[in-house]
Each structure stands twice: as structure tokens, then as C-alpha cells.
């Protein structure tokens, strides 16, 4: 795999510690061969859904983990009771894991499985802290920050200092 220079990008970008990162992950090939298949659906302007065909397993087969902004669902065999012999086997039940990266501002928020498709709710949240605010531009007022307070930490002007 050839490894890219992402510096020029950097250089007017702050905050982006975990591109490489991201860039790594995207550039590695799915060891699954796109076993199970899935879907992500856009459900509304802030939900997403990953539906995944998971026919053969049950419910307690199948594991959801979030770690790092990473969702990762697995997949594991139980062990068969009954000694049967196959003509044909089509339907395949063997052990997978996908990972899924995640943005910050994406929550998982349920996971169901009906009819062997697995469904993962997701929404976006944007915290407060992240959502846009105005800053005041020059004057004697200091730049406003959404709670009313001036960002070296005094009040805004004409407001009074708490006693």
C-alpha cells in the first residue's frame, strides 16, 4: 500500500490529529470479502440506520461494541446440536466482524434483529460547545460567547459582576 503526504492539507487545518488515522482505515482492504452485506439508510436529516443481513444466526450470535468512534459488529457460530447432513449449503454462517467508523457527533442509539436483518439506529447530536456562536468583532465588548460572558472570563459589558 503507498503511504500519502497529507501535509499540504494540514497546513491551514486544526485539529485533525486522527486524519491519518482515518485515511489508514479507509485505505485498508475488508478482510470479509463483503460478507455479511449491508445497508446505511439516511432516515431523516439527523438519523442513519445500518441494516445488516444476518440470516442463520440468532440473536445472542450477534455483538455489538463502540469503541474509539469505531462500531464493530460480530458474529459467531454457535455450536450445532442436531447431525445433519447438507446437499446444498447456500446459507453461510460463518464468523464475521465489520467495523464501522463513526464521527464524534454519531451515537448509537438501538439495535434490532427481525427476520435475520440486524437494524443499528444511529443519530447525529451536536453538542452545545460545538454548535456555532457569534463573535463580536473590536469595540470595548470583548468577544461573546453564547452564555452572555465575555471569553477572558468577565462580564459582558453592561452587565452586572455577580457578588
Known amino acids: 500500500m503507498r503511504s500519502f503526504d497529507l501535509t499540504p492539507l494540514l497546513r491551514s487545518s486544526i485539529g485533525f490529529e486522527n ?4 485515511a489508514e482505515f479507509a ?3 475488508e478482510d470479509g470479502g463483503g460478507y455479511p452485506p449491508y445497508n446505511i439508510e439516511k432516515l431523516g436529516e439527523n438519523e ?3 441494516q445488516m443481513a444476518a440470516a442463520g444466526f440468532a440473536e445472542d450470535e450477534l455483538e455489538l461494541t463502540v469503541q ?4 464493530i459488529v460480530s458474529g459467531r457460530a454457535g455450536e450445532e446440536t442436531e447431525d445433519r447432513e447438507f446437499l446444498h449449503r447456500g446459507i453461510a454462517k460463518r ?10 457527533i454519531i451515537k448509537v442509539t438501538e439495535a434490532t434483529f427481525e427476520n435475520g436483518l440486524l437494524n443499528i439506529g444511529l443519530v447525529r447530536e451536536i453538542p452545545e460547545h460545538k454548535k456555532p456562536r457569534k ?4 469595540g470595548k465588548q470583548g468577544p461573546q460567547s453564547i452564555e ?3 471569553l477572558d472570563g468577565k462580564p459582558a459589558a453592561g452587565e452586572k459582576a455577580a457578588a
Not at 486524519?19 to 482515518?22: M, W
Not at 464468523?95 to 464524534?104: G, V
Open 135 to 138: 463573535i463580536h468583532i473590536g
Open 95 to 104: 464468523a464475521f466482524e465489520r467495523r464501522f467508523q463513526l464521527a464524534e
Open 48 to 50: 442513519y440506520r445500518i
Open 27 to 29: 485505505g485498508r482492504s
Open 68 to 71: 474509539d468512534n469505531v462500531l
Open 19 to 22: 486524519l491519518s488515522r482515518l
Open 148 to 150: 452572555g460572558q465575555s
